[in-house]
């Protein structure tokens, strides 16, 4: 027997509860992993509160990330005893995830613990960090070095806009991070950001080319406020784009592309090839100082998951969030 939330579907709403399953409940797959970690995500809370058309089918295991370690294995790749991380492939969506003390998943799902991790570290940085540092990796893909300019970093009070913050200091980048919260800003201070703006100052309506005011940027948000970052990025900018917090909507035009070369790039951690995510993987294990660990997370019960995920869709939850298995 193992413990796991589960959620279900009654009369259209999407009701969570915590129950006792047995093995025969998992789903097929070649590892099975005794997870030791899951993390709240903001996809995590829509899918939990029914607030977004997350899942495709229930009962359903919620959370979209985990780490511990294979109980069995049918795939050479992978040991009992192992430690392992999944991050995307529509766990929590469409196959079990990570809210609950075994999950039974395809090898390819999973990447090897990196080095100098564990399962409680891994889960800090989590779906959230590894698409912080897909973003990051984006950018300098496109050429913007530190010497570029200030970056702007949306949604920072966020997962991924928090790790975003404090990879872009390690690396030298001066970071402007804007947030909805002033009474975050000595927080943000602190884990790497050279200043805070409100966040209001991005959610008046964009002209289609502003001042130029940042060599690059991290979206964590999309739609209104996405639009209004692409019209005041440098010539030969870059967006890193990965979060719909906003909306699908993108109210812009074609000015910023044509008329100063303004790369807008897509970050998608699901999506993400093995070889790209494992070097993801050990990268912000590099970058990450010691110091991160301990300040960036918050560590709960599983039974306290439902009315975190309903604070966390109105962003009332600050940095990363740990559920203990």
């Not at 999309?222 to 209004?228: D, N, P, T, V």
């Not at 010691?290 to 975190?308: I, R």
Request: hydrophobic share 45%.
């Amino acid at each position: 027997m193992f413990k796991a939330l589960v959620l279900n579907q009654q009369d259209t709403k999407t009701v969570a509860s915590v129950e006792q399953l047995d093995d025969a409940s998992l789903p097929a797959g070649d590892v099975v992993v005794g997870v030791e970690y899951s993390s709240l995500n903001y996809k995590d809370g829509l899918a939990i509160t029914g607030k977004g058309k997350i899942i495709r089918q229930f009962p359903m295991v919620p959370g979209i990330d985990y780490a511990g370690q294979v109980l069995s294995s049918g795939d050479d790749r992978y040991q009992p005893g192992d430690s392992v991380i999944l991050t995307g492939w529509g766990v929590g969506e469409n196959h079990w995830g990570g809210m609950a003390e075994k999950a039974s998943v395809p090898a390819d799902y999973l990447v090897s613990m990196p080095a100098g991790l564990d399962s409680r570290k891994a889960m800090i940085i989590g779906t959230a960090g590894l698409t912080a540092m897909l973003c990051v990796m984006a950018l300098e893909d496109a050429g913007i070095t530190p010497e570029k300019g200030e970056i702007l970093v949306t949604g920072a009070s966020g997962g991924v806009g928090s790790v975003a913050i404090t990879l872009l200091d390690q690396l030298g980048y001066q970071v402007v991070a804007a947030s909805g919260r002033p009474q975050n800003s000595d927080w943000l201070k602190s884990i790497g950001a050279d200043r805070v703006i409100d966040r209001a100052e991005l959610l008046e309506p964009a002209r289609p080319l502003e001042k130029q005011l940042w060599a690059g940027c991290v979206d964590t948000v999309g739609s209104k406020i996405l639009a209004k970052v692409l019209a005041q990025v440098d010539y030969e900018g870059a967006v890193a784009a990965c979060g719909l917090a906003g909306g699908f909507d993108l109210p812009t035009t074609v000015m910023p592309f044509i008329l100063r070369g303004v790369k807008l790039l897509g970050v998608d951690s699901v999506m993400c090839p093995f070889e790209r995510r494992t070097q993801a993987w050990n990268r912000v294990t590099e970058l990450l100082p010691e110091s991160f660990y301990t300040e960036a997370a918050t560590e709960v019960e599983l039974t306290a998951v439902p009315e975190l995920a309903e604070a966390i869709t109105v962003g009332q939850v600050t940095g990363r969030t740990l559920i203990k298995l």
